[in-house]
């Protein structure tokens, strides 16, 4: 599919019939104080509603989860000054994601209200030309930019599973509101290069895994939600696991799935016995002591030592980046053969570097630990 033909092709064209140069169409807009007309581009958003966008952006603020994080992937190259003017509170609470340990600066932007939420009064003192909100219950996007005078663009973040786990479906929901971004900030070349990179990476790993099953008991456990968990968190449809061919547990929980993640029954993951296990960093402190326990320790993913170190990517929302860095992992496990010639901490630079422009697999590691074995 030629993801070329986006979002885009659903910004509004023109008021009454009128086009504009490359397709937005530019109509006018309110008289500023010194008398001069501010040309506008109408945009229809994620959510169909009309929003008129001044014709250059100079300044925006984020709201919600995930946000910032799909901006910034717009963001590389350029001085964050010149366009980020204030941020959540969450973004001052937690730089242990790769965004917040790629831009520093955002520690140092004004606090424009809670997470999720947004503080109009807040949001003015810091003069935003944009507001960009994901959709979220708590955020009401047409009295906030009633409240606020400045537009709001309402952007659809993809979810966990249906973004980047099924390039048939969720990953277009990706890919649109990427677009949409660029589009709205005039970044538009830029988001194309993201898309492409995204595309790139997600076929290299489809085109690496494996065809056929594979004769071990696998199982993800320490699954991050909302904070660390213990050894019994898992996400039945695994995003790493089934870009590379593989199943959580053999598929064993996708009929029962409630959510994103399910806390596994401890006599099933005991009666499942998993060969090998893939454990999210954050929760690795959680499943150590959890391994202590005596039925744990006759797994046989434990007794064997056949335990690797995968990193979080479920922090305010998906980072996708962490997905791509941990199917790499996962499949120079399972597939070593087909995954030869990667040299983990240099993948994770070229990828980081690749979407945020900075080398940041030395922090990670630093805060999370090397990737690779660990021992329980």
């Known amino acids: 599919m030629d993801r070329k033909l986006s979002r885009r092709d659903f910004i509004k064209m023109g008021i009454g019939g009128l086009a504009g140069v490359g397709g937005?169409?530019?109509?006018?807009?309110?008289?500023?104080?010194?008398?001069?007309?501010?040309?506008?581009?109408?945009?229809?958003?994620?959510?169909?509603?009309?929003?008129?966008i001044p014709g250059e952006i100079g300044s925006f603020v984020c709201l919600g989860s995930g946000c910032l994080r799909m901006?910034?992937?717009?963001?590389?190259?350029?001085?964050?000054?010149?366009?980020?003017?204030?941020v959540e509170d969450y973004e001052h609470s937690n730089m242990s994601r790769p965004y917040s340990m790629a831009f520093p600066e955002f520690q140092e932007k004004p606090i424009i209200g809670p997470s999720n939420?947004?503080?109009?009064?807040?949001?003015?003192?810091?003069?935003?030309?944009?507001?960009?909100?994901?959709?979220?219950?708590?955020?009401?996007?047409?009295?906030?930019?009633?409240?606020t005078g400045k537009p709001v663009v309402k952007l659809d973040h993809p979810?966990?599973?249906?973004?980047?786990?099924?390039?048939?479906?969720?990953?277009?929901?990706?890919?649109?509101?990427?677009?949409?971004?660029?589009?709205?900030?005039?970044f538009e070349e830029r988001a194309d290069e993201v898309v492409s990179l995204f595309q790139y990476y997600i076929n290299d790993i489809l085109d690496r895994g494996s065809e056929g099953g594979l004769d071990r008991r696998i199982f993800v456990g320490g699954a991050t939600w909302r904070g660390a968990?213990?050894?019994?968190?898992?996400?039945?449809?695994?995003?790493?696991?089934?870009?590379?061919?593989?199943?959580?547990?053999?598929?064993?929980?996708?009929?029962?799935?409630?959510?994103?993640r399910v806390e596994v029954d401890p006599e099933k993951l005991i009666e499942y016995d998993p060969e090998i296990m893939f454990v999210d960093a954050m929760g690795?402190?959680?499943?150590?002591?959890?391994?202590?326990?005596?039925?744990?320790?006759?797994?046989?993913?434990?007794?064997?030592?056949q335990v690797y170190r995968l990193y979080p990517y479920?922090?305010?929302?998906?980072?996708?980046?962490?997905?791509?860095?941990?199917?790499?992992?996962?499949?120079?496990?399972?597939?070593?053969?087909?995954?030869?010639?990667?040299?983990?901490?240099?993948?994770?630079?070229n990828i980081y570097s690749d979407f945020?422009?900075?080398?940041?697999?030395?922090?990670?590691?630093?805060?999370?630990?090397?990737p690779g074995k660990i021992e329980l």
């Open 24 to 52: 937005l169409s530019m109509i006018s807009g309110c008289i500023d104080s010194g008398f001069e007309e501010e040309r506008k581009t109408e945009f229809i958003d994620m959510f169909d509603r009309s929003v008129k």
């Open 71 to 86: 901006t910034s992937y717009l963001l590389a190259g350029r001085e964050v000054d010149d366009f980020v003017v204030g």
């Open 117 to 147: 939420e947004g503080d109009a009064e807040k949001i003015l003192s810091v003069d935003p030309d944009v507001i960009l909100a994901v959709n979220a219950p708590s955020i009401d996007h047409d009295m906030l930019q009633e409240q």
């Open 159 to 186: 979810s966990t599973l249906g973004g980047i786990s099924n390039p048939d479906t969720g990953i277009g929901t990706l890919y649109d509101c990427i677009e949409m971004i660029g589009d709205v900030l005039g």
């Open 229 to 260: 968990q213990g050894i019994r968190s898992t996400i039945p449809i695994f995003p790493p696991l089934k870009l590379n061919g593989f199943k959580n547990m053999d598929g064993m929980l996708e009929d029962v799935q409630t959510g994103e």
């Open 284 to 305: 690795e402190h959680i499943v150590r002591e959890d391994a202590e326990e005596p039925e744990y320790r006759d797994i046989s993913a434990v007794k064997s030592n």
């Open 314 to 349: 479920n922090q305010f929302n998906t980072e996708f980046t962490t997905v791509l860095v941990n199917s790499y992992l996962v499949g120079r496990q399972l597939n070593p053969d087909n995954y030869s010639d990667i040299e983990p901490v240099k993948l994770m630079n």
């Open 356 to 370: 945020f422009g900075e080398k940041i697999a030395e922090e990670m590691v630093s805060k999370w630990g090397a």
